[in-house]
């Protein structure tokens, strides 16, 4: 079975700090994204890597950042934490093929006071 | 680019009955469809999903969907919920195209099922 782990279950953090929310994935897949889930506003991409070092912009990526140094492991930067990024982070990953499905984590609660 | 439209955004129905949850999607292009569950403080759970061959796609927990491609609808149905299927469910259907990672989620649908 496909294992995505996200180090953080509940993060509490303050206004202006700099947050890493971290993900690991344990099937040598090539693709990582990262969800924000808002209530009424479904999943929205933040931003995904198709390799290492390799990332592009979803459709949210402001006041975001992402780190791709190795394979299985996925980060994201959370600048300067504002209170409107207070939500639930998602992580995920697929295989290469277009045809492969998304493998979540259990996510991150961050709130941000 | 997909676009996603979930019908029905929260889904009331007795224990036993059976159920239905819409999604239309609209592209262009070929597509792959798949349906998720998410339970409370949990991640995404793949349902099922459609490839390609046979429309009538049965997933894990009993649920099944159908690929319609006239309509550009994956509806997904049960014929007898269960209190444990109380959860959000969302539908994504993904481009087939070479360089397509992306899902797109539709806002998700409540499901509440009623003792």
């Known amino acids: 079975d496909v294992k995505v782990t996200q180090s953080s279950r509940y993060l509490v953090k303050r206004t202006g700090e700099k947050v890493f929310l971290e993900c690991v994935q344990d099937?040598?897949?090539?693709?990582m994204f990262w969800y924000r889930q808002d209530p009424g506003l479904g999943l929205r991409l933040i931003y995904f890597?198709?390799?290492?070092?390799?990332?592009e912009k979803g459709d949210i990526p402001e006041g975001y950042s992402v780190s791709r140094e190795k394979k299985e492991r996925f980060s994201l930067i959370l600048e300067s934490a504002s209170t409107n990024q207070t939500s639930m982070y998602l992580c995920?990953?697929?295989?290469?093929?277009?045809?492969?499905?998304?493998?979540f984590g259990d996510g991150t609660r961050l709130s941000i006071l | 680019a997909q676009s996603v439209t979930q019908l029905d955004s929260q889904v009331p129905v007795f224990e036993e009955a059976p159920v239905e949850l819409r999604c239309n999607y609209s592209?262009?292009?070929?597509?792959?469809l798949f349906w998720y569950v998410q339970y409370p403080n949990q991640g995404l759970q793949l349902l099922l999903k459609?490839?390609?061959?046979?429309?009538l796609v049965k997933g894990i927990n009993g649920f099944e969907a159908e690929f319609n491609k006239s309509q550009t609808s994956f509806h997904l149905r049960k014929p007898s919920v269960h209190i444990s299927d109380t959860a959000e469910y969302f539908c994504?259907?993904?481009?087939?195209?070479?360089?397509?990672?992306?899902?797109?989620f539709g806002k998700g649908t409540k499901l509440s099922v009623i003792p």
């Open positions: 995920a990953s697929s295989g290469e093929s277009s045809n492969q499905p998304q493998h």
């Open positions: 592209s262009s292009v070929s597509v792959y």
């Open positions: 994504a259907p993904k481009g087939s195209g070479a360089g397509s990672y992306q899902l797109t």
């Open positions: 890597s198709y390799d290492v070092k390799m990332k």
């Open positions: 459609y490839l390609s061959g046979s429309t």
């Open positions: 099937m040598d897949h090539e693709n």
